[in-house]
């Protein structure tokens, strides 16, 4: 069992910075594949970023966001972070970090093998 809390959501101005993190808790965090995915209103919860497990060598992305945003794990305090640049008024939602035992959250497998979830940190971007 995993236990996953996000924090650092917040209201920021289009063009700014956020970074969001993720605690996980319970079992050996470093063989859990890590992601985020957001939900906006009305829509479908879509993924955003994913980090393989381990050291964290390989990261995916999804296209609205490559470029702009970066994730990373830190093993040793059990977080996942979410670095979020030029933020747009379209990447308002509710963030939520994933796990799922194994090698990686594959972008296009949406969120069906994600095992755990975070209850989610709010952003909203403001033009």
């Known amino acids: 069992q995993v236990q996953l809390v996000e924090s650092g959501g917040r209201l920021v101005q289009a063009g700014g910075s956020l970074r969001i993190s993720c605690a996980a808790s319970?079992?050996?965090?470093?063989?859990?594949?890590m992601g985020w995915f957001r939900q906006a209103p009305g829509k479908d919860r879509e993924f955003v970023a994913s980090?393989?497990?381990?050291?964290?060598?390989?990261?995916n992305y999804s296209d609205s966001v490559k470029g702009r945003f970066t994730i990373s794990r830190d093993n040793a305090l059990n977080t996942v972070s979410l670095q979020m640049n030029s933020l747009k008024p379209e990447d308002t939602g509710v963030y939520y970090c994933a796990a799922k035992r194994g090698a990686l959250i594959v972008p296009d497998a949406g969120t069906g093998p994600v095992e755990y979830w975070g209850k989610g940190t709010p952003v909203t971007v403001f033009s």
């Open positions: 319970g079992r050996t965090v470093s063989i859990y594949a």
């Open positions: 980090i393989s497990w381990l050291s964290g060598s390989t990261t």
